[in-house]
């Protein structure tokens, strides 16, 4: 019995087992979501997947604002005759039991018509009536079934965005071609004088033309507009000399078959164009339901509720709220502008906005900060400023937030394709010179062979290929990347910079010391059974380390939001909180969050929380102290500078009670000498994240808010993050190998086109040979050293 | 021979054809999700049909305590 699991989310059961229908429950949210799935024939749900549910979360009054029309009709995606469409996003969708359930929503409700999931964006379109139905119902009821919708600021804020979907159509486009023109230029590859070829080629060789006109105009369009950017910035980029190549291949072509020289290039020149978008396309991995661009928008609510005149209560748009408007704040809400309190208690966790993991308190009168989080009851303040003056939205006015990292780093490629045009462009000039004398009327011919041949497809197609297989491979460990730009920074870094705070501690365990005279058996259990009738958060890890398994009947307990609890049993009492709760004073050398014991009034000690560093983190600091200059930012005081300085080389650099601004600073001073990585999580490290060269940010759940930032990495995989490093630099020795091997291709082809020799058939046979070779050899080197990653996990 | 002239028209009308769908089906989002649809092919009409019908009272008193909560 000891390790029975939900049935309905595979959660261990825990102390308070539920048991219904002969199935055991961790908890009554989970046994409703059953009792509703069983009762309307969707108990298949937990035939397609085992233990797949979510617990339900307590959503009531959470979204009261959905009533306003105003706030919901921008949610809608349609709404017309009764029938509105909305999409919603849903974090928990994870599996096929999932789509299943919310696919078959219209059994839960008459008026849902129709519900479709797109599971790798985890969204949901709903199309309902809106008879006896409406947006506020649709989202109870997913919450009611553990299918809460995140619905944030910036889901409002949204501009209706197309799909971009013009590299599918280009790259369509260009294999069209490629295909049918290899059919028409596939006869005059073997050059037999056969009577009805000669009559006939002028019919196919048109053909080819048309076919490759919409390539060169319409598909390979992008190379000319970079190749323009970069030349009016007076940058040699690698598109340079494939906008040449593209272009002398069509002109050659073009005047080849006007005069009747011979049958063109169409085949290598749209062959070129179909492996370039190939490989644009292979690099375009995205995680589509991870956001690598997030600001606080997306962390705020939309709506928050207005205390009007007479207390009357109205939700209204959070952009609408004004300096001195009363505002109330309810459990687990965030405050989005600086207030101050009014009235209830305060007991705000600013984890995000300051890194400092300790809830605070606050008492009516003090100054809260947007950004927090609310996590006793409901409290009123009074707005001191509006959202987008307030502090934490204003660190969001830095102009690092508005900075391209990827149009201020000259990749790799790039700075190949610079020497490489110029050296294509002498040995052309060199050529055609030389020609020039000796038989003039080769000239032109040898000039276009040059430009053709050495078009440099093979060296464009290496980066995208080891780069687009690495990210995959990164993904496949949990290291999710904005693009494959970031592995190329990620191989310059020799600086790594790391928060502290939920980055290289976790939320997850805490440990905890006592202090203080030892506790008897009959308090212990007295202790632990007051502590059960706690629903405070310190409570319940305090809670579970505690060994006595006596349990009695508490005659009196009593709560006391943000100062302490009591228990009393016959004429014993206990009492367990804040130092002034029981009646001592708080030492001010106190630097880490402690709760304190009195029995009897009398005070006994008290229990220190710490915050616990993941595993393997000493393992990560030794196996990049070698490589990399460390450091450590914490937005904590100096409680665990000890600790830290153990763990970390002695000539790490350990700073504390740094803002966020004060974060941007340090990253920028270090970036004038060094290339920094910044590992952190939360909205403290937003500034620095985008300041650095690549900014990662450790999520333990990868579905729920992280910051803006370059990279995702899931926490259980932090000690990989040397691996990964590693790895990086590793593709990009893979890149500079495929560009020998493409330079061997390139010297190649340049003899045929130098003497003069380059047939339309051996550029046929060159190109594709060249650009699936450098493909095949990315592909499995990067294969090969991704295995590395397993090794590991075995 | 001028049969191939005939022989081409098909050709390009029938590759033109093909093109043609490739486009609309691009255009109507069949390759926005690519996922999604490979797991809902597998789903059967599993749905016990009168359990529904019995409970569609029930149900909606479900609904309101759930919702409620």
Redo the contacts between chains.
């Keep these: 019995m000891a390790n029975m699991t939900c049935y309905h989310c595979g959660d261990d059961c825990g102390r308070h087992k539920v048991h219904f229908d002969d199935k055991d429950f961790c908890c009554n949210g989970c046994k409703?979501v059953y009792?509703?799935f069983t009762?309307?024939?969707?108990?298949?749900f937990y035939?397609?997947e085992a233990a797949a549910g979510t617990t339900p979360k307590?959503v009531?009054k959470k979204y009261d604002f959905l009533d306003n029309e105003e706030i919901a009709e921008k949610l809608l995606e349609f709404n017309e005759d009764g029938v509105q469409v909305v999409s919603l996003s849903i974090p928990s969708i994870h599996c096929?039991s999932c789509?299943?359930v919310l696919?078959?929503l219209n059994?839960?409700?008459g008026a849902i018509a129709s519900s479709?999931?797109?599971?790798?964006?985890k969204t949901i379109r709903v199309t309902y009536k809106t008879k006896d139905f409406s947006l506020k119902?649709l989202v109870?009821?997913l919450?009611?079934?553990g299918y809460e919708p995140y619905i944030s600021l910036e889901a409002y804020n949204k501009k209706k965005n197309r799909?971009d979907?013009s590299l599918?159509?280009k790259l369509?486009v260009a294999g069209?071609a490629f295909?049918?023109v290899m059919l028409l230029s596939f006869p005059e590859y073997f050059e037999v004088e056969e009577f009805?070829l000669d009559?006939?080629k002028l019919?196919f060789r048109w053909?080819m033309f048309a076919f490759s006109v919409p390539v060169v105009f319409y598909a390979s369009q992008d190379y000319f507009i970079s190749a323009y950017k970069g030349l009016r910035s007076k940058l040699l980029n690698i598109d340079v000399p494939i906008a040449l190549g593209v272009l002398t291949l069509f002109l050659r072509s073009t005047v080849d078959i006007i005069f009747d020289l011979g049958s063109g290039f169409f085949d290598s020149l749209t062959g070129l164009v179909f492996f370039l978008l190939l490989g644009k396309f292979f690099q375009q991995k995205t995680y589509a339901y991870l956001s690598f661009e997030r600001d606080y928008k997306s962390y705020f609510p939309i709506a928050v509720t207005r205390l009007g005149e007479n207390d009357k209560e109205e939700n209204i748009q959070i952009y609408k709220i004004k300096v001195g408007d009363r505002i109330l704040i309810r459990n687990q809400e965030i405050i989005p502008v600086d207030c101050i309190l009014i009235k209830g208690d305060a007991e705000i966790d600013y984890s995000f906005v300051t890194g400092e993991s300790q809830a605070v308190f606050r008492k009516s009168g003090d100054k809260l900060f947007a950004g927090g989080r609310q996590l006793s009851g409901v409290m009123e303040v009074e707005v001191l400023r509006s959202v987008s003056q307030s502090y934490l939205t204003q660190l969001w006015s830095n102009s690092v937030f508005s900075k391209d990292k990827v149009s201020q780093f000259q990749t790799l490629t790039d700075s190949i394709g610079k020497r490489f045009t110029l050296a294509v462009l002498s040995i052309a000039l060199v050529a055609t010179t030389f020609w020039l004398f000796y038989m003039p009327s080769m000239a032109l011919n040898v000039f276009t062979a040059v430009l053709i041949i050495a078009c440099p497809c093979a060296i464009a197609l290496a980066a995208p290929f080891t780069l687009g297989n690495m990210l995959r491979i990164f993904g496949r460990h949990k290291f999710y990347l904005k693009n494959t730009n970031v592995i190329e920074r990620l191989s310059k870094i020799d600086t790594a910079i790391f928060d502290k705070t939920g980055t290289l501690t976790t939320a997850q365990k805490e440990t905890i010391l006592y202090e203080g005279v030892e506790l008897t058996a009959d308090e212990k259990a007295l202790l632990k059974t007051t502590l059960r009738a706690s629903n405070h958060p310190l409570s319940r890890s305090l809670y579970g380390i505690l060994k006595s398994n006596e349990i009695m009947t508490l005659d009196e307990f009593n709560e006391h939001t943000g100062k302490g609890i009591e228990g009393r049993v016959n004429d014993r009492s206990i009492k367990v909180g804040s130092a002034a709760y029981v009646g001592k004073e708080q030492s001010p050398s106190m630097t880490s969050t402690a709760v304190y014991v009195s029995s009897d009034e009398d005070i006994k000690g008290r229990f220190v929380f710490k915050n616990t560093y993941r595993d393997g983190v000493s393992k990560i600091f030794g196996e990049l102290e070698n490589k990399f200059q460390l450091g450590v930012l914490s937005g904590d005081n100096d409680g665990e500078k000890e600790q830290l300085q153990n763990l970390l080389p002695s000539n790490a650099n350990i700073l504390f009670n740094q803002k966020p601004e004060d974060k941007l600073e340090y990253i920028k001073q270090l970036q004038k000498e060094n290339n920094v990585l910044m590992v952190g999580d939360g909205l403290n490290d937003a500034g620095a994240l985008a300041q650095s060269d690549v900014g990662v940010a450790i999520s333990e759940n990868i579905n729920v808010f992280s910051p803006a930032c370059d990279g995702i990495l899931d926490a259980s995989n932090l000690t990989r993050l040397p691996t990964f490093l590693e790895l990086s630099k590793n593709s990009i020795k893979i890149i500079k190998l495929c560009f020998i091997f493409s330079l061997c291709y390139n010297i190649v082809g340049l003899y045929f086109a130098v003497t003069g020799q380059l047939e339309p058939v051996i550029a046929a046979i060159l190109m594709p040979l060249s650009s699936i070779s450098i493909v095949v050899f990315a592909t499995l080197c990067t294969n090969f050293i991704g295995r590395k990653l397993k090794i590991f996990e075995s | 021979m001028s049969v191939i002239y005939v022989l081409l028209a098909i050709s390009i009308t029938v590759a033109l054809a093909f093109f043609a769908a490739f486009v609309f089906s691009v255009r109507s989002g069949q390759y926005d999700d690519t996922y999604t649809p490979s797991v809902r092919m597998l789903f059967e009409d599993e749905i016990v049909d009168d359990a529904d019908k019995t409970n569609q009272d029930n149900n909606l008193i479900k609904q309101k305590k759930s919702t409620n909560q």
């Design positions: 409703t009792e509703i009762s309307n024939g969707l108990s298949t035939e397609i307590e009531r096929s789509i299943w696919e078959n059994r839960l409700h479709q999931v797109d599971f790798p964006k119902s109870l009821l919450g009611s079934i799909v979907r599918i159509y369509g069209f295909g049918n009805w009559q006939y019919v053909l």
